[in-house]
């Protein structure tokens, strides 16, 4: 399966900042990426499908202006939470489709937002 | 619209016991099925998945599933669980390209 990596692990900022979160595949070329987001004690909910080379595409109730997806290459998608607030606080996890539509995962990142 | 259940939020079980995580889909077509497990803080990790062909499958560390198509599940099973097996366990179905997940079963492993 394909290995996936996220940065930060965790981060901490102030409200109104922006935070940008990398996920890369380290093994394959991924040409679709996922973005999830969970609360604690909760399952994970899909934001966004990142699409190298073109726009994401969002979930219904996924504000697009809020949290800003670039595929800019096969390795490589990052996920910035613009002006976050305390309420953005989670864990967000991103996915790689690799072969035979099967999905691995990062190892997530947590976000506090005081 | 696909959906998933799992009816055990938490499950406690002894170290050396048998193990089954309960999961029923609802999906139109033929599903691709998958088991993942989350330790806290961290990623999810792929213990198997079903695709087509032989309804029983095996996956890493021990975990099998079967796939029932009359009854719409895909349960987990393992014949005798270590204490390193405790962690949050989702079973998730795939269609129209996206992984619908259910809620997780959080599994405690005691002594």
């Known amino acids: 399966g394909a290995v996936v990596s996220q940065h930060p692990s965790w981060v901490i900022c102030k409200s109104g900042t922006s935070v940008k979160i990398e996920c890369r595949s380290l093994?394959?070329?991924?040409?679709?990426m996922f973005w999830y987001r969970q609360f604690p004690k909760q399952s994970l909910m899909l934001m966004a499908t990142?699409?190298?080379?073109?726009?994401?595409?969002?979930e219904q109730g996924v504000e697009k202006d809020k949290f800003l997806i670039n595929h800019a290459s096969l390795t490589l998608s990052t996920l910035t939470v613009t002006s976050a607030h305390p309420e953005d606080s989670s864990f967000y996890i991103c996915?790689?489709?690799?072969?035979?539509?099967?999905?691995?995962f990062g190892p997530g990142t947590r976000l506090t937002v005081l | 619209a696909q959906s998933v259940t799992q009816p055990d939020i938490h499950i406690t079980v002894s170290e050396g016991a048998s193990l089954e995580l309960r999961c029923n889909y609802s999906?139109?077509?033929?599903?691709?099925l998958f088991w993942y497990v989350q330790s806290p803080g961290q990623g999810l990790q792929l213990l198997l998945k079903?695709?087509?062909?032989?309804?029983l499958v095996q996956g890493i560390k021990g975990f099998e599933a079967e796939f029932k198509r009359s009854q719409s599940s895909f349960n987990l099973r393992k014949p005798s669980v270590h204490w390193s097996d405790a962690a949050e366990y989702f079973c998730?179905?795939?269609?129209?390209?996206?992984?619908?997940f259910g809620t997780g079963t959080r599994l405690t492993i005691i002594p």
């Open positions: 079903y695709f087509s062909g032989d309804t």
């Open positions: 990142s699409n190298e080379g073109s726009k994401a595409t969002y």
């Open positions: 998730a179905v795939r269609g129209n390209e996206k992984l619908t």
């Open positions: 996915s790689v489709r690799g072969s035979r539509d099967t999905q691995y």
């Open positions: 999906y139109g077509a033929t599903p691709y």
């Open positions: 093994d394959f070329q991924a040409t679709t």
